[in-house]
């Protein structure tokens, strides 16, 4: 694969760019940092590793990624109030592939008060598996509330309530009080703000949202919030199993 397609695919510009990097001197390739001035030398993609203005990058055919999410960020390209959480990825990571649809997109949105575990992809077919209702992919919320917690209230959202734009029962996997007013929530579903217009259907209402887990992926102890890195081959595969919430492998930062 030439060396500017290399560099096209990971979204650093387009080939005329993307020569241009390459022929300035700015691109060295493999960990020995060796120059090449050539855009279009071929290598094997498959692992390959190359630095663009000294940092270093690791070829990827489909981006894969998990962004612990802090508040006052939008999970929207175009960002009405609050900046958008892709703003806190790298510009190739925003551009990668070209065309209209370029870029990583979130897999499934928190909303811009909502923290925590946030997937990040461009494989159409892994982001359709995450957020299809169909798959039951579980994800954990833990919800600090005005109110105690009571055990009717947690009977109730085992149960299943109504929201007001579904006659259907909306039912919570799991369900259970981690302290007073700290509630941990698995839902496989991803309705319109589905937690905090569940805890209100339940007399109760949340302060704040935290997103722990998604399906055998765990935030606990790994990355600080805003920092983001690539999922390794066997989380994907976890992620797309059908993992157990309770199976969770905690995050690590990105070395």
């Given amino acids: 694969m030439a060396l500017q397609d290399i560099l096209f695919s990971q979204g650093f510009g387009t080939r005329r760019v993307c020569s241009g990097l390459v022929q300035q001197g700015w691109v060295q390739v493999g960990e020995g940092r060796e120059p090449c001035n050539d855009p279009v030398q071929g290598f094997d993609p498959q692992g390959f590793v190359f630095w663009v203005q000294d940092q270093r990058w690791t070829y990827h055919a489909l981006a894969y ?3 612990n999410k802090p508040a006052g960020y939008e999970c929207s390209q175009k960002p009405s109030t609050y900046p958008s959480v892709y703003t806190l990825l790298p510009g190739p990571l925003r551009e990668r592939g070209g065309g209209a649809a370029a870029g990583v997109q979130a897999v499934g949105r928190l909303d811009q008060d909502t923290t925590g575990l946030l997937l990040m992809s461009d494989d159409g077919k892994f982001i359709h598996r995450m957020t299809s209702p169909r798959h039951h992919v579980p994800k954990v919320y833990e919800a600090q509330l005005k109110h105690p917690i009571t055990p009717d209230q947690v009977t109730r959202l085992l149960e299943g309530v109504v929201l007001d734009d579904d006659p259907k029962p909306v039912k919570a996997q799991a ?24 805890v209100a259907a339940v007399g109760n209402r ?3 949202l935290h997103r722990s887990t998604i399906g055998g992926l765990s935030l606990e102890g790994g990355l600080a919030e805003g920092q983001w890195r690539w999922l390794t081959d066997a989380e994907i595969q976890a992620l797309t199993l059908k993992v157990p919430p309770q199976s969770t492998s905690p995050v690590q930062p990105t070395a």
Avoid: P
């Fill in 206 to 208: 949340v302060e704040s």
């Fill in 65 to 67: 990624l998990v962004l």
């Fill in 175 to 198: 369900c259970s009080a981690e302290g007073e007013r700290h509630l941990r929530l698995t839902l496989t579903e991803g309705k319109y703000h589905q937690v905090k217009r569940m």
